[in-house]
Nanobody, 120 residues
Framework: QVQLVESGGGLVQPGGSLSLSCAASGSIFRFNAMGWYRQAPGKQRELVAT???????YYADSVKGRFTISRDNAKNTVFLQMNSLKPEDTAVYYC??????????????WGQGTQVTVSS
């Protein structure tokens, strides 16, 4: 069972930056893609960004141009660099990795979440 452990959340002022890390207990090559989701109070969990094993990335429109997802395969770690943070970025951020099985079934792995608060 692979475990994902996030770190790097905290409190930052609007316009500031934070960097999140997600360390996997095993090789991240097992995942079809890894990504970051977030969930604000009273809202559904939403996709923020993803990165495939080949390095292809996807960003939600709300973070495009401000957030950057990257991965270090040697360290089995995925990062999310967040710049120009806004109060609406406040949420619990979750690391995700998923596998697609031979029968097309998807299995998701989740971290425990890390709080990001953007406030003056």
């Amino acid at each position: 069972q692979v475990q994902l452990v996030e770190s790097g959340g905290g409190l930052v002022q609007p316009g500031g930056s934070l960097s999140l890390s997600c360390a996997a207990s095993g090789s991240i090559f097992r995942f079809n893609a890894m990504g970051w989701y977030r969930q604000a109070p009273g809202k559904q969990r939403e996709l923020v960004a993803t990165i495939t094993g080949g390095g292809n990335t996807y960003y939600a429109d709300s973070v495009k141009g401000r957030f950057t997802i990257s991965r270090d395969n040697a360290k089995n770690t995925v990062f999310l660099q967040m710049n120009s943070l806004k109060p609406e970025d406040t949420a619990v951020y979750y690391c995700n990795g998923f596998e697609i099985g031979v029968f097309g079934n998807r299995r998701d792995y989740w971290g425990q979440g890390t709080q990001v608060t953007v406030s003056s």
